[in-house]
């Protein structure tokens, strides 16, 4: 039995998205990063949607890439976490994956193998990230080994780094770990890949040869000081639920948990079928706006776990009833206006919405 929130995807906006990527790193290849099931919007759907725009896939981890491959997604595709075991290069021969090598022990693993093949790799370097990625002295050395490596395709190599703040304002340190880069990278003639969406948007510099945009495909935007719409992007995600009860209370009573929101003066409310346990952020404050009979209504009081409510007093004019879907985010609502009000990133929303709520639909 599923529950009453939907999400629904929609195709053209996340084609439109990449669109975009490509018509700002007009001379870049695409690595689409689907990873996280493609921020909750589902992998091989969206894989399957962005097939004929994109030259390849970026997922997390193997069992990411194995899910596209056994739905028959045949371009390239990138693990980001690389292998972490003979058993992952066994299944990167098999599955014909793409690995990121950014530690030496993984290096020892490559030595370790004893099948005939070749992997297609990328190198990543630290520039300043501190996740993952090779110490910017190991770069050449690690370079020389690998192109010679028995286990190593040698043309197909690409050097990469990951940018750490290219959403701020302020480009300094992003300035930095290109200069970073370039400096490391300069004797290694091979294609390198910097940007992710932010990078791809703000700083040209970073386009290179293959750009990696993630949050941007989804319709999102990467920056807090910029509007999806004013970077054309279309939302993606639209994520519904229905109205399950409409009461009229008094001035003073309190709504939900905590009873920490009061009624200024005798005022409707509307229940909606939705809370945390459908990715519904339990950190949204009141004021949260949710879109129902076309216009915005304002969260009052905490989320539960399955429902929240939402002032519609200056709504009475349109009769709402038990059975109207509310938007909580989409077209009407932006994920990021949400994603402010619960103090946290529309990357952690559309996850957690997407991969928790039951109904699922393209
Ligand atoms: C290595 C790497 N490249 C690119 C991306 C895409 O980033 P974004 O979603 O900010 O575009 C990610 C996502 O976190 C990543 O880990």
């Known amino acids: 039995m599923k529950r009453s929130s939907r999400v629904t995807v929609n ?3 996340l084609q439109h998205n990449l669109q975009v990527a490509k018509n700002t790193a007009v001379n870049s290849k695409v690595n689409a990063v689907i990873k996280a099931n493609a921020y909750g919007h589902g992998a091989v759907a ?3 949607i962005l097939y004929p725009y994109t030259d390849g896939f970026a997922v997390s981890c193997i069992a990411e890439a194995i899910e596209l491959r056994q739905a028959h ?4 595709i990138t693990v980001l976490q690389g292998h972490q075991s003979i058993d992952d290069l066994r299944i990167a021969q098999q599955y014909q994956l793409r690995l990121t090598v950014h530690d030496t022990r993984q290096l020892s693993l490559l030595d370790q193998y004893t099948h005939h093949y070749r992997f297609d790799l990328n190198i990543k370097i630290d520039t300043g990230m501190h996740r993952l990625g090779f110490h910017l002295e190991q770069t050449q050395p690690v370079y ?4 010679t490596h028995r286990c190593v395709n040698p043309d197909t190599l690409i050097l990469m780094t990951h940018l750490a703040c290219a959403d701020d304002v302020d480009t300094t340190y992003t300035t930095q770990q290109l200069r970073t880069f370039n400096e490391a990278s300069k004797a290694i ?7 992710n969406s932010a990078g791809i948007l703000a700083h040209k510099e970073s386009h290179a040869n293959w750009i990696r945009p993630g949050i941007m495909l989804y319709g999102s935007s990467p920056f807090s000081h910029k509007h999806r719409d004013d970077l054309n992007l279309k939302a993606c995600m639209t994520f519904n639920a229905p109205v399950i009860a409409v009461h009229t209370l ?3 009573d309190s709504i939900g948990y905590g009873a920490t929101w009061k009624c200024p003066s005798d005022m409707s409310v509307a229940v ?3 809370g945390y346990a459908d990715g519904y952020p339990r950190h949204a404050k009141s004021g ?3 879109f129902i009979h076309g216009e915005e209504a304002p969260l009052i009081g905490r989320v539960s776990m399955d429902m929240i409510v939402v002032d519609i007093d200056h709504l009475k004019e349109n009769n709402i009833q038990t059975g109207d879907i509310a938007e909580l985010w989409g077209e009407n609502i932006s994920i990021d206006s949400v994603a402010q009000n619960a103090e946290t990133i529309s990357y952690e929303l559309l996850c957690n919405a997407g991969n928790l709520c039951s109904h699922h639909s393209f």
């Open 189 to 195: 003639n091979i294609p390198k890949s910097i940007a």
């Open 272 to 274: 909606i079928a939705c």
């Open 250 to 252: 008094k001035k003073g």
């Open 46 to 48: 969206t894989a399957g």
């Open 11 to 13: 195709p053209s906006a």
């Open 73 to 76: 997604i045949d371009l390239p």
């Open 288 to 290: 949260t706006p949710v």
């Open 144 to 147: 020389n080994t690998l192109k």
